[in-house]
């Protein structure tokens, strides 16, 4: 996916002498569908660090708040395919002061965010803005943190009691204090701090499970060069535990050319459907006609309720490795047009490289797997909503292991 910056907001330009200077958290909101984006940024001639809004026009979820889809589909290769350019940041808000020019990981709680600010001041803050119009964002309070430096990222959700309970990350992201407040914008009160072993995240988001209320926390940062999230349980008794629950490796490169990197931007989505996504950007503004390349991620196991009953939202992906691992492609019938199917070397590189799949297809959708380019070749075909963990394994496609190079409805 892609964006062009604008409205005031500062180019980006990450060097060996302004290591921060880079894009460093982003927010999908709840407003006209989940079109918009909020992205922060360290300012790099050190003035005031801030946020841009950004709107998608483009997009069409297929549901209210679903995937936004890739905007880079085209006659081009992926990697060189540029946005649309009515895909733009169009607004911004900044902390207004230089010593406070690194705005961090960032998290939306309905219509609100609330956005770190960071920098030589002696005293770091947390501002909440309501941006239910986010081309003209407005601040609602602001939590001062009084002698602590060091405001690098936040989570924050409402607990089962209705109090809102915000995480706010130190120096890499250590330590964690947690503050509550009766209201979402405030005021918020210091209920206890955590000093236990935690990676340098770049974003630290909290996530609500639905139906038990239990709390985790998601963390995005490069472990070892590998884009990676990291989910904790996080448990209020009347202090927080903090216990890890498991990791993931993801990808973000096409091609050897990266579309996103988790030590820039990155945060995650809950959208009405209770899906939970996840979006990354690259750390400047360098992807085709200087666009701005950022990823979205989503749950592996997407909710069918729409593509199984409508043709237009219908939709395949097809997986590197076996078990759903490794990079995948998701063909959308509504999109599948806007690119050269017929080749896949063309698509991502991904020619004969698929090991898995799942799909979502309505009862008279057929589609059709090639051996070959254009078409070619033996073909098998898949119907209805099912996934398969191996090609090799599944009864009329076994054996299909690495061997599709082209598919259509």
């Not at 209705?162 to 918020?188: A, C």
């Not at 009329?396 to 409805?409: K, L, Y």
Request: proline share 5%; net charge negative.
């Amino acid at each position: 996916m892609g964006l062009y910056l604008g409205g005031g907001m500062p180019d980006p330009e990450q060097s060996d002498t302004h290591r921060n200077d880079h894009l460093q958290g982003v927010q999908r909101l709840p407003v006209d569908g989940g079109r918009w984006l909020a992205i922060s940024y360290d300012d790099t001639d050190d003035g005031p660090g801030g946020v841009g809004f950004a709107h998608l026009p483009s997009r069409s979820p297929t549901e209210n708040g679903g995937r936004l889809r890739s905007n880079r589909l085209g006659s081009a290769d992926s990697v060189d395919q540029s946005p649309p350019t009515t895909d733009s940041v169009v607004s911004k808000i900044d902390s207004g002061r230089g010593d406070l020019d690194h705005a961090g990981g960032m998290q939306a709680l309905g219509s609100y965010l609330a956005v770190p600010y960071e920098g030589d001041a002696a005293s770091s803050e947390v501002r909440i803005y309501d941006v239910s119009d986010p081309s003209a964002p407005t601040l609602k309070s602001t939590l001062v943190r009084t002698g602590l430096k060091n405001s690098g990222n936040v989570g924050w959700t409402r607990l089962a009691d209705g109090r809102y309970l915000l995480m706010v990350g130190g120096y890499d992201s250590t330590p964690l204090d947690f503050y509550t407040s009766d209201e979402v914008t405030g005021p918020y009160s210091h209920l206890s701090t955590w000093k236990g072993n935690f990676a340098a995240y770049q974003s630290t988001n909290i996530v609500t499970e639905c139906g038990t209320g239990s709390l985790f926390i998601v963390g995005s940062y490069k472990n070892g060069g590998e884009d990676t999230l990291d989910v904790y349980s996080l448990a209020l008794s009347p202090h927080p535990e903090i216990a890890p629950v498991g990791s993931r490796h993801m990808y973000c490169a096409i091609d050897g050319v990266r579309q996103c990197d988790f030590s820039a931007a990155g945060g995650v989505y809950a959208s009405p459907a209770h899906e939970l996504y996840f979006y990354a950007t690259e750390h400047e503004n360098d992807g085709p006609d200087d666009s701005v390349k950022f990823s979205e991620f989503r749950t592996v196991d997407p909710n069918p309720s729409s593509c199984a009953t409508d043709p237009a939202n219908a939709w395949v992906e097809l997986y590197e490795h076996a078990d759903y691992g490794g990079r995948s492609i998701i063909i959308d019938h509504q999109d599948h047009e806007l690119e050269n199917y017929a080749d896949y070397k063309t698509v991502e590189d991904f020619g004969d490289k698929a090991s898995s799949a799942r799909w979502c297809l309505t009862a008279d959708q057929t589609y059709q797997l090639h051996e070959n380019s254009d078409f070619g070749g033996s073909a098998k075909w898949l119907t209805g909503v099912g996934e398969d963990a191996d090609l090799d394994e599944l009864p009329g496609i076994a054996g299909w292991t690495d061997r599709i190079s082209s598919s259509h409805f």
